[in-house]
């Protein structure tokens, strides 16, 4: 092996192509662009009720120096948004999704809406 | 993993996964090469061929660019299967900081990891004391050692829920623990947070290990100690103990 001293970092083509690789095993292989409607995913991943977040911790704590009192429950979570072919199955795709890549369900909870493109 | 016909000295084989953005795979393969009668090779994230070795090495790193969550990406990747498919046939896997974060996003291990605590990525020598000394990884160590073994990371806050916690402490699958010099797991001697002190932790099986110090830094005195040199010299125990 040799090729790996070319990567001292990760190029975001490398990442998309995995990504891309992964999405398509996930639906099996019935990823294809097509020209039609296609639908747009609003995803909000946020940490699960209960679970710690240091990012919303610090931000809530922060808020009160700017004269901002009396905020509680921030929490800091990843908006995702993505299009895919229209059809009965987008719905169970993104959740498909979300569970396996997007989202990591052990400290994650996730909902999205899709709406026409 | 079968070695019973080997007779004489057969090099222990390792293996160090390189995906996009690992940059601690020389490391691996150097610590590794400083024991006697091991050999190691690179896997590129796109090998598939790895059946041959004894243990894979996860090492640290920044897989694919840490992008959406530290080894949620590296998870998919060609070589990820394999590592999946060795260890489900015994062989033994060992993920270091980024390859532990590897190991979680695959399911391999139980847990998850989130930002540090202080927000901050930590970089320091830190205590580890060892939970479990009779683990593959941990037998040159006496249970309740303390070792210093430094951290270089931004997520390594371990979460598991309460369920998940008690079952590893009922299979004693935490390995190790971040306290201060005299043993003591006290908040300040968590340097990220994570749930119960923890550093590291094996499967159920104890052939799959993760942790986020980093043991292959300190393997040698000339760069700054050899605490860590004991995870190596114990699977190499017990991969020659398996084959005798």
């Given at each position: 092996m040799n090729c790996h001293t070319e990567y001292r970092y990760c190029h975001p083509e490398v990442a998309r192509v995995v990504i891309?690789?992964?999405?398509?095993?996930l639906l099996h292989g019935s990823i294809t662009v097509v020209k039609g409607i296609n639908m747009k995913a609003k995803i909000y991943i946020t940490p699960k009720a209960g679970i710690l977040d240091p990012?919303?911790?610090?931000?809530?704590?922060s808020l009160p120096a700017l004269g901002f009192e009396g905020v509680t429950n921030v929490r800091v979570g990843k908006y995702i948004e993505l299009e895919l072919p229209d059809g009965d199955s987008a719905g169970k795709a993104v959740d498909e999704m979300c569970h396996q890549l997007l989202a990591n369900p052990i400290i994650e909870d996730f909902e999205f809406e899709l709406v026409p493109e | 993993m079968s070695a019973s016909s080997q007779t004489e000295v057969t090099p222990l084989r390792f293996g160090v996964v390189v995906f996009p953005g690992s940059n601690c795979d020389a490391d691996s393969y150097d610590a590794v090469r400083s024991f006697s009668g091991t050999t190691a090779r690179y896997l590129w994230h796109k090998d598939?061929?790895?059946s041959d070795l004894d243990c894979v090495i996860l090492p640290g790193g920044f897989s694919y660019g840490d992008y959406l969550r530290c080894g949620a990406i590296a998870r998919f990747s060609p070589i990820m299967k394999s590592v999946k498919r060795f260890a489900d046939e015994g062989g033994l896997v060992i993920g270091i900081c980024n390859g532990f974060q590897i190991l979680l996003e695959a399911g391999m291990l139980p847990?998850?990891?989130?930002?540090?605590?202080?927000?901050?990525?930590?970089?320091?020598?830190?205590?580890?004391?060892?939970e479990n000394s009779e683990t593959t990884?941990?037998?040159s160590y006496d249970r309740g050692q303390i070792i210093k073994v430094p951290i270089a990371h931004h997520?390594?806050?371990?979460?598991?829920?309460?369920?998940?916690l008690a079952q590893l402490e009922a299979n004693r699958q935490v390995v190790v623990r971040y306290c201060d010099e005299d043993g003591e797991t006290t908040a300040a001697a968590n340097p990220n947070g994570s749930l119960s002190s923890i550093a590291g932790v094996c499967n159920r099986d104890g052939n799959v290990f993760g942790l986020m110090p980093h043991p292959e830094r300190v393997c040698d005195e000339v760069i700054g100690g050899i605490d860590g040199r004991g995870v190596f010299e114990s699977i190499i125990r017990a991969v020659a103990g398996n084959g005798s």
């Open positions: 891309l690789s992964a999405a398509k095993d990012q919303g911790l610090t931000i809530e704590r | 598939t061929q790895i847990g998850a990891m989130h930002q540090n605590e202080g927000l901050k990525f930590v970089c320091k020598l830190v205590n580890l004391r060892v990884f941990t037998t997520e390594g806050n371990y979460f598991i829920d309460d369920d998940g």
